[in-house]
T-cell receptor
Framework: QKEVEQDPGPLSVPEGAIVSLNCTYS??????FMWYRQYSRKGPELLMY????GNKEDGRFTAQVDKSSKYISLFIRDSQPSDSATYLC??????????????FGQGTILTVHP | GAGVSQSPRYKVTKRGQDVALRCDPI?????LYWYRQALGQGPEFLTY????????KSGLPNDRFSAERPEGSISTLTIQRTEQRDSAMYRC???????????FGPGTRLTVT
């Protein structure tokens, strides 16, 4: 079983829809949680960053972390065709030699059609 | 400013050959990371450096894989005696420090025939 599980989709929604992307994880030592966006033939780019449990909002994007359930989510409001990409969740621990190591989910392919 | 650069962008090699992949991080970034990304998968951690010191190499699959960063800037990932299963996108990332945002390069697509 992988440390981080993410439904690969693909997910196809109409423009303006609310999108929900999710990941579950098994390592309780993870404290930092990230969402990356990856456009086709490009490297991943950091979208949202959350420490421990709670919510964080940035424009149309909201990241949620529920450490008790080992479950994280990314919500996209008023989705746009330009949001079409692969969304990757990533996590890391707070200390030790693995401090810099990111553990990624498989990625969810999202298409927003006009 | 310039982002993370990697070379070559594409590499085709025959099974059994050695390959060297290069990463040039963002200027001033102390930490440098190597990941491998298979098609349809998320990046998988290989190793990372703080300055020239290799901090964690737990993700290197076997002893055919090695990495160095001798002057704390450019890094080379070397794969010896390549096998078909080594075919993947190899991505480099760098950050100001080991807990900071990681910026990814465009990757090197390695194909072993």
């Amino acid at each position: 079983q992988k440390e981080v599980e993410q439904d690969p989709g693909p997910l196809s929604v109409p423009e303006g829809a609310i999108v929900s992307l999710n990941c579950t994880y098994s390592n309780s030592a993870f404290q930092y949680f990230m969402w990356y966006r990856q456009y086709s033939r490009k490297g991943p780019e950091l979208l949202m960053y959350t420490y421990s449990s709670g919510n964080k909002e940035d424009g149309r994007f909201t990241a949620q972390v529920d450490k008790s359930s080992k479950y994280i989510s990314l919500f996209i409001r008023d989705s746009q065709p330009s949001d079409s990409a692969t969304y990757l969740c990533a996590m890391r621990v707070t200390g030790g030699t693995s401090y810099g190591k990111l553990t990624f989910g498989q990625g969810t392919i999202l298409t927003v059609h006009p | 400013g310039a982002g993370v650069s990697q070379s070559p962008r594409y590499k085709v090699t025959k099974r059994g050959q050695d390959v060297a992949l290069r990463c040039d991080p963002i200027s001033g970034h102390v930490s440098l990371y190597w990941y491998r990304q298979a098609l349809g998968q998320g990046p998988e951690f290989l190793t990372y450096f703080n300055y020239e010191a290799q901090q964690d190499k737990s993700g290197l699959p076997n002893d055919r894989f090695s990495a160095e960063r001798p002057e704390g800037s450019i890094s080379t990932l070397t794969i010896q005696r390549t096998e078909q299963r080594d075919s993947a996108m190899y991505r480099c990332a760098s950050s100001l420090g080991r807990g900071s945002e990681q910026y990814f390069g465009p990757g090197t697509r390695l194909t072993v025939t």
